[in-house]
């Protein structure tokens, strides 16, 4: 199949890229915050041998034995799981056929990784720890039912440093109820005490079917976000850390690799309860019934990606990033170059977007704003353009 560019220009879509990464879902916790509208359940030691049992049939059914170069193993909170627990989940994952400099990341509260814990993630290869601080303010953690100290988050780094894994990420969630800018700045100062080569950080947004939402907490007034979010980014920006992302900064060298694979559009397995995978041109969503998925009901939706809707997702996750998109790439994915597909020129003389011989990407003041940005963009759409699907 192809796409018929006006009567001339013919995308093949014969570019070809081997699954290389791998999400798996652990969705047990050991308590429920009040933002979360991930796939969660309580921990519960009746459902997890039977869970992890089903997710070794999972990837049994279905991978096809790639050379992995990025294992993301998230949540729920997979530092719930006691010891013997995660090590069963550990001896699954020997399944996959892992490169040499494989980034195999875990998720995890600092209250629930222990020092045994750690040692075990070590010795079976773990180098990547995701911890999931959000604030140490107590006030702001009693609006989002958070447990963690800051005692203990730092004596988990010490920890992980203590066994060699360096490669350490830590969550922020700011925009809080309540918050003020000298509550967000005093967070800041405790994570960049840490010294940690990556920061995530996330403006609370109010989910459906959370328990802020039941409470009828809101959102927080918009200047103030704006105001967060460019405290964040200068602060983050004059310790070193690049922001590589709109919500994601870090040292040289320690960009998230798995995310990146994301955000370029790549195909990725996802594995476990309420996991969503990308394969084979087929966008799918596991079951969040955790019942259902033991009993091997597994995926209940598929999407098939067409031409269009992959140069679109091209699109929309490339200018996340403050490479942007990579225009060779496109070319060779598309058979067509991106100026042929968009007139965008006009976005670049407002110096909305800017772009050099191989990128092209969003100015970073336009990041608070992507959305809006991204929109922009899509409806330059040259009006000569046909996306007529020919068999």
Not at 99 to 124: M, P, R, V, W, Y
Not at 181 to 187: G, Q
Not at 213 to 235: A, E, F, P, Q
Request: charged share 25%.
């Amino acid at each position: 199949m192809f796409l018929v560019f006006s009567s001339i220009w013919k995308v093949s879509g014969s570019y070809m890229h081997k699954v290389d990464a791998v999400y798996i879902h652990i969705p047990f916790c050991n308590y429920i915050c009040a933002y979360c509208d991930f796939c969660k359940i309580f921990y519960n030691k009746e459902y997890v041998n039977r869970y992890l049992d089903a997710l070794d049939q999972e990837i049994i059914n279905n991978y096809k034995g790639e050379v992995i170069t990025s294992l993301y193993i998230g949540g729920g909170t997979p530092s719930s799981l006691d010891l013997e627990e995660l090590e069963k989940l550990l001896k699954t994952l020997k399944i996959f056929n892992l490169s040499k400099d494989c980034e195999i990341t875990f998720e995890s509260n600092a209250d629930s990784l222990s020092l045994d814990k750690i040692k075990l993630l070590k010795d079976f290869g773990v180098n990547r720890v995701s911890l999931g601080v959000e604030t140490i303010n107590k006030k702001l953690q009693d609006v989002l039912e958070r447990r963690t100290s800051k005692d203990t988050v730092i004596n988990c780094i010490n920890n992980l440093k203590s066994v060699g894994i360096t490669n350490i990420n830590v969550d922020l969630i700011y925009a809080i109820k309540g918050e003020t800018l000298e509550d967000l700045n005093n967070d800041l100062e405790f994570l960049l005490s840490l010294d940690v080569p990556h920061i995530s950080t996330y403006s609370l947004i109010i989910e459906d079917n959370t328990k802020l939402k039941i409470k009828g907490i809101k959102n927080i007034d918009k200047v103030i976000d704006r105001n967060m979010y460019d405290l964040i980014s200068k602060t983050l920006k004059n310790n070193n850390y690049i922001h590589y992302e709109i919500s994601n900064f870090s040292y040289d060298g320690f960009m998230s690799k798995h995310n990146l694979k994301y955000w370029r559009n790549l195909e990725y397995y996802g594995f476990g309860v309420g996991a969503s995978g990308y394969i084979d041109n087929i966008r799918y969503t596991n079951t969040r019934s955790i019942t259902n998925y033991i009993d091997g009901k597994t995926i209940i939706d598929k999407e098939i990606v067409t031409l269009k809707d992959k140069m679109f997702y091209e699109i929309m996750l490339g200018f996340r990033t403050s490479m942007g998109i990579d225009k060779i790439e496109f070319k060779d994915k598309y058979n067509v170059s991106i100026d042929r597909v968009f007139n965008y020129k006009s976005l670049v003389e407002e110096k909305v977007l800017e772009e050099d011989l191989k990128y092209l990407r969003v100015r970073e003041e336009y990041f608070y704003v992507l959305d809006e940005v991204t929109l922009r963009f899509l409806d330059t759409l040259q009006t000569n353009v046909s996306f007529d699907i020919i068999s």
